[in-house]
């Protein structure tokens, strides 16, 4: 009975949950932090302040970079340009604490 129930947990949060950084992206914007630097240099920023960071990706002036764990997405973050430089944009698809994101406030105010 208790295999079976936890089997059926895990199956239930793991449809909730995105597991691609395309799937992150389609979910709500939780979190918005802007700055003054340009997006490529608060993105590069955020990449090296976080060690579970993938890889830095780009297309044209948006930058973006997600976090894993266990070899599992769990957070994106997009760096868009504005008028005054940029803004990061978080998003996990889960309800999870904001862990990291005094990182990002962090790059944005260096």
């Excluded at 044209?60 to 970079?65: A, V």
């Excluded at 904001?98 to 406030?105: L, M, Q």
Aim: proline fraction near 4%.
């Amino acid at each position: 009975m208790l295999k079976s129930l936890a089997c059926v947990s895990a199956a239930l949060l793991g449809a909730c949950a995105p597991v691609s950084s395309t799937g992150i992206y389609r979910t709500s914007v939780e979190l918005t932090i802007a700055s003054e630097k340009s997006p490529r240099e608060f993105a590069m920023c955020v990449a090296d302040a976080f060690p579970d960071a993938g890889r830095l990706l780009n297309e044209g002036e948006h930058y973006w970079l997600t976090r894993q764990h266990g070899g599992a997405t769990f957070e994106r973050w997009d760096f868009t340009p504005t008028l005054t430089g940029s803004i990061a944009e978080r998003r996990s698809g889960q309800i999870v604490g904001r862990a990291g994101s005094g990182r990002v406030r962090e790059c944005a105010a260096r």
